[in-house]
């Protein structure tokens, strides 16, 4: 294959550098906007270097800070919801991709039409059975609501993964004593580790962005975040600057996961794609 010449590289960059200000165009102008002065909100044209003002995070993180304890729901909340999903996505995956059953076509693809279905049609349903055992407005109600998405999302995933584990290793674990727990915990889950934490994390934000049930199923004492910038769409106008702030530090969670655990991001997507 013949190597770019200088104008198509020129122009391959420049079309890069395009669909880059599309995407992040709009993300660099709310990032910008948290730290304006209010009173600098709506100045035409917007001013690029400015005075950077701590008053909107002040506002809405610290006085009087309405949205910080709605940070840490929203961290109970999708923790929560990651944590309980994962056990019941981690058997389900190793049943479908280990043993033969009829039907397994049709769950994996009833798993799908969950994630599918519009989240709306959940949300009545959940609203009358958390108010009929007196969950209304709590964290497990949402924690628990949320498998209905989690689950599903998980299992997809994990069962691709357990599928790369060769079954051969279990054969001789139990050749040598092992029974198929012990063979699932010591040779499964280390194994498909990558995977496991690739899914926990899309679990994670997952859960942390979702708004529709904790906008019905939440209080105000568990409201979460992402709910909570809902609040400055008043009557009266909207709160750019409130709404900015809260939206930059709603996107700094998933950020630091995936800043942190980015490794295994490229480990579990090329999981036994390179086989002996």
């Known amino acids: 294959m013949r190597a770019p010449t200088t104008r198509q590289k020129i122009i391959i960059y420049a079309l890069m550098a395009l669909v880059m200000i599309f995407f992040v ?15 600098d909100a709506y100045n035409l044209p917007p001013e690029i270097i400015f005075q950077p003002d701590l ?3 002040i506002t809405t993180f610290v006085e009087p800070g309405n949205n910080a304890i709605q940070l840490v ?11 309980l999903s994962l056990p019941f996505a981690l058997a389900a995956a190793y049943a479908l991709s280990r043993f033969a059953m009829r039907g397994k076509e049709f769950i994996m693809n009833w798993y799908i ?3 599918i279905a519009p989240p709306i049609v959940f949300v009545i349903p959940y609203f009358i059975l958390m108010s009929w055992i007196g969950w209304a407005g709590s964290y497990q109600a949402m924690i628990l609501t949320l498998q209905t998405l989690a689950i599903p999302f998980s299992v997809w995933l994990l069962k691709s993964f357990m599928d790369e584990v060769p079954i051969d290793l279990e054969e001789a ?13 010591r040779i499964i889950i280390p194994l498909a580790l990558p995977g496991i934490i690739v899914t926990s994390m899309f679990t994670f934000v997952f859960s942390w962005n979702n708004v529709l049930f904790p906008l019905v199923l939440s209080k105000q004492s568990t409201t ?3 709910v909570g910038t809902i ?9 750019w600057g409130y709404l900015a702030s809260t939206a930059v530090v709603a996107m700094l969670p998933p950020m630091i996961i995936f800043l942190l655990l980015g ?12 086989k002996g």
């Open 224 to 226: 979460t975040l992402p």
């Open 55 to 57: 008053g909107n995070f």
């Open 263 to 274: 490794r295994y991001v490229v480990r579990g997507l090329t999981f036994g794609a390179v």
């Open 231 to 239: 609040s400055f769409f008043a009557s009266t106008g909207i709160y």
């Open 113 to 115: 039409s969950l994630l």
């Open 25 to 39: 165009g709009p993300i660099l102008w709310f990032i910008l906007l948290a730290f304006r002065h209010p009173s």
């Open 73 to 83: 729901n929203s961290l109970i909340v999708s923790t929560g919801a990651t944590l």
């Open 173 to 185: 674990a139990w050749v040598d004593g092992a029974n198929r727990f012990a063979a699932f915990f």
